[in-house]
Each structure stands twice: as structure tokens, then as C-alpha cells.
């Protein structure tokens, strides 16, 4: 059975807020600390960034970048950064953008469904080849690569990570075209959708089921890491471990306590009654 690591998903706020709750996460024996990000926000890079500065073992994570906001090699540069600063702990979550979240101020932007996912997909196929540092070309309709006639010598270095930063997407089960890119991936931020398009809750049997689909279709040998998220902390403490023992026997890998809507303050008394575990 594999294990279940616990992570924090904490709040929009400032990289100084990041770096404390950060530290506090690692102190409180958590996994990992996440950040999300938006059209105009704190950069949770950044943030990121101020968080390894202070800790020592905790996986850092962005839950997500949105890709069509930026260039895939700005992506790859800043993830190479905070991948060395930390000594090789940033997983990448990406994704095409909650356009809802503030986009309307910007009509600049991509903001076509269609577009946005074809820009996801170019992102991950160029950041496969950025982190590998292949002389490579790429004909991509919106971020095209001429790898071929830039020297070598003229590359950053290999992350820490290899043979890549880990990159994770969200996917919509049981939606082939979201599947198919998280195939090409390296985790999953699970997603669920009924029959009519409406957000539907994910369960324990939804991942296994990915979980077997993955193992049936996944060429890549890079782990893969399944990703859940919620609020356990507000269950009573039975109802609690009875959640993340199913989550765990489904093939979870990593349960995120979203804090999304809290203060800083608020996310630290959570925080310091650590993870769920049994």
C-alpha cells in the first residue's frame, strides 16, 4: 500500500505570511505547503521561494500556475531557481486558468477554453524539454522552440530533480482529453465532473479508478503521485482517519487540507494540529 503524505494549501496572502506558515507546517510534521496563484497576485514562486529559505524537508508546491499567463521557458526558469534553492523539493502543479478569478480586468489574455488547454499542453511538452536541456525543436502553434540554433553553453543548468521537475495537472474524471494530459505528467490534482458538466465530488473509488487507468496507459516511469484534496481538520477525529484510510487504500498519494478562505492566522491554529495521520 503506498503511502499517504499530508500537505497545506494556504492562503493568498503575502510571501512573508508564506514563509511563516511554511515554517510552521514543517515544525507541525506536515509534507508538503502549497500555493495557488492568480492573474494579479504575490508571485506563490516567489513565495515559494521565502518558504524554502526556512525550511529544511517540506515538498514545496503550486496548485497552479496557469499556464497561458506565462511563457513556458519564464516557467522553467523560475522553477529551476526555486528547484535548486530548495535542493530539489518544488513539485509544479499547472493548469489553463481559472478565468472567474480576476481575468475579466485583463481582455488581453487568452480567455478561450479551447485555446487555453492547447496552451497547457504546449507548455508541458516545452518544459519536458527545457528541464532535460535536449537541443531539441519544437513546432508549437503558440510557444514554437528553435532549440537547434541556440549553443548549449548558453543553457542553464540540470535541476536538482531528474530527469524533470515533477509536473502535476489538474484531471477532469472521467474526461478523455483531460486524461490524456495527465498521462504526460507526473501527478494527478483530482478533478470530477457529472454527466452535465457540473463539479462533482471525488471519492475514493474515483481514484482508484485513476489509478488503475494510469497504470494501464502511463508510458512514463517517473512516480506518479495522486492528489486529493478538502477540509479534514473540521471532522471530528474518528470521521478523520476513517477518511484518509480510504483515501490511502484507493491509491492517494498525497492529501492537500485546503485553506483557501482562511486568514493567516486562522490557517496557522490549523496547521499547528498537524496532519491527519492515523
Known sequence: MNDLKFGVAIPY?????????????????????????????????ISLAAVAMLTDRIRLGSMI???????????????????RLSGGRLSLGLGAGAVWMGWQGFPGEVQDAKTRAEMLDETIDVLDILFSRRQQDYPGKHFPLKLTDLDPQHYPPAPVQQPRIPLWVPGLWPREKSMARVLKADGILMEKLNSDGTPAEVSPADVSAVRDYVAARRVLTTPFDIVVSGQALVLDPATRLEQMAAWRAAGATWWVEAMWGLNAQQAGERIRQGPPRA
Not at 499556464?67 to 523560475?78: C, V
Open 65 to 83: 500556475i496557469p499556464a497561458p499567463l506565462r511563457r513556458p521557458w519564464e516557467i522553467a526558469s523560475q522553477a529551476l531557481a526555486l528547484d
Open 13 to 45: 496572502g503575502s510571501a512573508r505570511e508564506a514563509a511563516w506558515l511554511g515554517k510552521l507546517a514543517e515544525d507541525a510534521g506536515w509534507d508538503g505547503v502549497f500555493l495557488g496563484d492568480a492573474i494579479w497576485c504575490e508571485d506563490p514562486l
